[in-house]
């Protein structure tokens, strides 16, 4: 007998535990969540998805009918990473905050919220705002069973998730709380490295008073290499100096954070300094200057002007005038004549002949 119909014979029994007659009043819940989990089992192994998850389903009903919400949160949980297999990952949070509720209502919350870490990390790649929601729900079940440690490992995926989507407001809140969470088991070096990037987020807010508002007040729990690099940090903002902006997101203990908060660092926008007056020089990409329509025509009517003052002038010259215009305005001196004229010859032969 193949897999398959041996799921087939177990979906049968499961029906039949189901019926009612005369001598059966009330169906038999346990016997068929049974046959249904073993008929799952077999449409897992025949590589039959879809009919393994319904019957998963078919189980947990049958195991709430049953009053059973342990055994009905786990054959949810067992549907919901058929699902993974199936490659469709709508009905994964639906699924995952159902079987925390089971979870819970049994009495055992932190069930709940390791089934809601499972499906968090199905979709934290492809949808991670919903992520997001389960990883919030896990720290807040386990944070009300007194689990501060256990929900600090949660609040720190939520920070990351919301740098990811660069919701730096919401990102600063998260940080605050698993700060919070890591002072209440006094874990020292977490909250230092927390610090780290609780500056980082508020520099890429572009809140600078935020930024040295949180060193100061959680910069003591830094060791002594983080806090130069945090004071070169803030002090080079202070001073409008990207340079030193540069060399200090560059120190290895930033690189080697988690990769949410180093890509954080690599993209942080560098201090720029503003001038109240623009330097001199060629600004890029700037419009070409604007030239009247009229200037054409004043170049051209200059050009003919300075022609006909060129011919003037040449005339004048070559008539022995001086100047320009009006020749009272410029008389001419006419050079005197010599006193001692030089006699001309006498014809020889004026006077002569008779």
Not at 41 to 62: G, H, I, P, V, Y
Not at 188 to 216: C, H, I, M, N
Request: net charge negative; hydrophobic share 40%.
């Amino acid at each position: 007998m193949s897999k398959m119909e041996e799921g087939m014979a177990h979906i049968r029994q499961a029906e039949k535990s189901l019926k009612t007659s005369l001598l059966k009043w009330r169906p038999d819940f346990e016997i068929a969540a049974d046959e249904y989990s073993h008929a799952a089992t077999c449409f897992r192994n025949a590589k039959a998805f879809q009919q393994c998850k319904e019957c998963l389903m078919k189980a947990s009903d049958c195991h709430k009918q049953n009053r059973s919400w342990f055994h009905a949160a786990k054959s949810m949980e067992q549907a919901l990473l058929v699902c993974k297999e199936l490659g469709n990952l709508t009905e994964v949070p639906k699924l995952a905050h159902s079987a925390c509720s089971l979870y819970q209502q049994h009495g055992s919350p932190e069930s709940g919220a390791s089934v809601l870490d499972k499906a968090a990390k199905l979709l934290e790649a492809t949808e991670p705002a919903q992520a997001l929601e389960l990883y919030k729900r896990a720290a807040d079940v386990v944070m009300s069973e007194d689990s501060p440690r256990q929900a600090a490992e949660y609040m720190s995926k939520v920070a990351r998730i919301l740098v990811k989507l660069k919701m730096y407001d919401q990102a600063a809140d998260a940080i605050r709380r698993e700060i919070g969470m890591h002072q209440q088991i006094d874990h020292t070096p977490s909250v230092g490295r927390l610090a780290v990037a609780l500056v980082l987020v508020q520099l890429a807010r572009g809140d600078q008073v935020a930024a040295e508002k949180a060193f100061k007040e959680w910069g003591n729990y830094c060791d002594v290499p983080e806090v130069q690099t945090l004071e070169m940090l803030l002090q080079a903002y202070d001073n409008e100096d990207a340079d030193s902006a540069r060399s200090a997101l560059n120190s290895p203990f930033i690189k080697h954070m988690d990769v949410e908060y180093a890509k954080l660092a690599r993209g942080l926008p560098l201090p720029q300094v503003e001038y109240a007056v623009p330097p001199a020089g060629v600004r890029p990409n700037a419009a070409a200057s604007y030239i009247s329509p009229n200037a054409t025509k004043l170049t051209s009517q200059a050009t003919v002007e300075a022609e006909v003052n060129q011919e003037d002038n040449a005339a004048d010259v070559a008539s022995g005038q001086v100047g320009q215009g009006n020749p009272k305005a410029n008389p001419i001196i006419e050079p005197k004549e010599s006193s001692t004229k030089e006699e001309e010859p006498e014809d020889e032969y004026e006077g002569g002949l008779c």
